[in-house]
């Protein structure tokens, strides 16, 4: 068991430093970062020069692949061009508030997604399992900005309507939120609208995965023998059954993360979250480099993080996977 | 016939003629029906599937919609009742009727919202079919070579694959169009379609991987052929069917994602109308027109829920043997 969660790790690190490079070459061979600045009329050419060398942009780009990984692991990712503030300042800030929706949705769906697809799988063919086939194929087909802004219009509206406000649908919190459990209320009254958008979403995913998942262990001859054992079928069903369709979910949730972030981009964006995909959009539009592959290699790193957990607990939940 | 029935006598076939048993099947069956005189129609692998297919009512009623949308999309310069840039100035902001003429409503120019979301399906689905297109074309060929020649391109790719994985997709997407530079529907369309041709890449790879150890491959081989003939002529005409299906559903992908982009102000640029961008600039009004939201979104939503009906109706048609019990 230790030397497969060595060698996975092994295995993670150099996906990381794989990825690292796939970044820094893809969005430097874009372009030359300081399009933007060079039609700035303020910035002198002297000014431009000096920040060329000092981010040794008149480099090839491997050589300024090694001084950019220099630059990320001993001084946290630097500053961005002309902005003398660091990098790392503006990421500590935003990546609790976009981890906690995002986990806080991820939980959720899980929960409610997989829920959802035990009772569609036992209960095949019954109106239940027409409605959340229904249910999960309109959330393929939303685009999740869309769904945010009918919600939004639609709290929006009752609030004006009716003037009760249970829910808010912009910024993380009120101006005076108070502390202990008013300030969690407070946050969590923000927080519902673009953790439910993300979850309709992740649910439609993980309830036709445990759907099917849970359809093909059922004609499995070791539920048969339950059965045949004289086993209650509540019995059959949750210690024998869903136990083992739940294994391929775990990957399935692992591998989703990436998608929750980029779901995380666009809810921030409309709901005025100061997290990390809110960052991210400001960056782009500045067309600012550095803070652009910080904020893939962060999330990079978290996805991989992700599926090593994930990878470890497929060892733990399936034991005939062979750890050598 | 029975399924099992009719691939046992293909292969048989196969295994006589030493050739593609998909076109074999066919051309043996009209040979025989010849000789015997027996009046059987001729029945191929694709009038099969048309059958299954339509026997998914669903499916054909989604196709039918979605040939409606298409066609009207292509046709809008000539069928939208005002053109996408006209402004009706006695009729700002209208909600939607039916007798006044804004059938979607107006915004607050007085633009028609139902031409623009006409021209929006236009450009939408005008990227949509390029990224396809690129996709499947992209896909196809490097899962084939992976899947031929194995070892070391098959390494590549599917490591690069893991790699891709690492990256939000969404995130990729906008940090090319942000640097690429966006506006052009065909760069739109190149950016997509890069990120896309993974997975297909990897289904055709399996196929290839359980096809080149079958016995046809070998008599084809042994014929003679050569390796492009054997991959182009005997092996890719059996894996159309999963092809088909992920080009369908690719369809649908890239209309959502085409969406996103053109929502972020990083798709096709105005004054050209895209159904995100639509979306984006009825938002800052929604409270009070919310027709100028709801339209264009109901609209995505409408045609990406058709594709991949249609998309589930060609997987029962074309691939019997991926079904999931649903």
Known sequence: ?324 | MTEQSLERDRTAFAGAAGANPAEVGASTDAALVHETGLEVEVRSQWTYARRRFMRHRLAVVSLVILIIIFTAGFTAPWIAPYSFEGYDINNLEVGPTLSGGHVFGTDLLGRDYFSRVLFGIRTSIHVAFIVTILAVAIGTAIGMVAGYYSRWADNLLMRFTDLILTLPALAVLLTAAAFLGHGSQYRVAVIVSLLLWTLLARIVRGQFLSLREKEYIDAAKAAGSGDLRIMFRHMLPNCMGPIVVFATLTLGGAILLESYLSYLGFGVQPPTPALGKLIADGQDVSSHDWWLVTFPGLTIVLIVLCINFVGDGLRDALDPTQRVRA
């Open chain 1, 1 to 324: 068991m230790l030397t497969y969660i060595l060698r996975r790790l092994l295995y993670s690190l150099v996906v990381l430093i794989a990825a690292s490079f796939l970044v820094f070459t893809m969005v430097s061979a874009a372009g030359d970062p300081m399009s933007e600045l060079r039609l700035n009329p303020l910035i002198s050419e002297e000014t431009l020069q000096r920040q060329a060398e000092e981010k040794h942009l008149n480099d090839p780009i491997p050589v300024r692949y090694v001084y950019w990984v220099k630059e990320a692991v001993t001084d946290k990712f630097g500053t961005p061009l002309f902005v003398n503030e660091p990098i790392w300042d503006d990421l500590k800030r935003v990546i609790p508030h976009t981890l906690a929706l995002v986990l806080a949705a991820e939980l959720i769906s899980l929960l409610i997604g997989v829920s959802i697809g035990i009772y569609s799988a036992i209960k095949q063919y019954s109106v239940f399992d027409y409605a959340a086939t229904t249910f999960s194929f309109l959330g393929f087909a939303m685009p999740v900005f869309w769904l945010a802004l009918m919600l939004q219009i639609a709290v929006t509206n009752l609030f004006l309507a009716w003037h009760v406000r249970i829910f808010y649908t912009s910024g993380l919190s009120s101006p005076d939120p108070g502390t202990g459990l008013h300030w969690l209320l407070d946050r969590a009254q923000h927080l519902a609208i673009p953790v439910l958008v993300l979850c309709v979403l992740n649910m439609a995913v993980y309830s036709r995965f445990m759907r099917a998942s849970l359809l093909e262990v059922v004609n499995t001859d070791y539920v048969r023998t339950a059965r045949a054992k004289g086993l209650t079928e509540q019995r059959v069903t949750m210690r024998h059954a869903v136990r083992n369709a739940l294994i391929p979910v775990v990957t399935l949730a692992a591998l989703n993360f990436g998608a929750l972030i980029g779901g995380a981009i666009i809810t921030e964006q409309i709901f005025q979250l100061d997290g990390m995909g809110n960052y991210f959009i400001q960056n782009l539009f500045s067309q600012d480099v550095y803070p652009i592959m910080a904020w893939l290699m962060i999330t990079a790193i978290a996805i991989i993080i992700f599926n090593l957990i994930a990878d470890i607990l497929y060892g733990v939940l399936d034991p005939r996977v062979r750890y050598d």
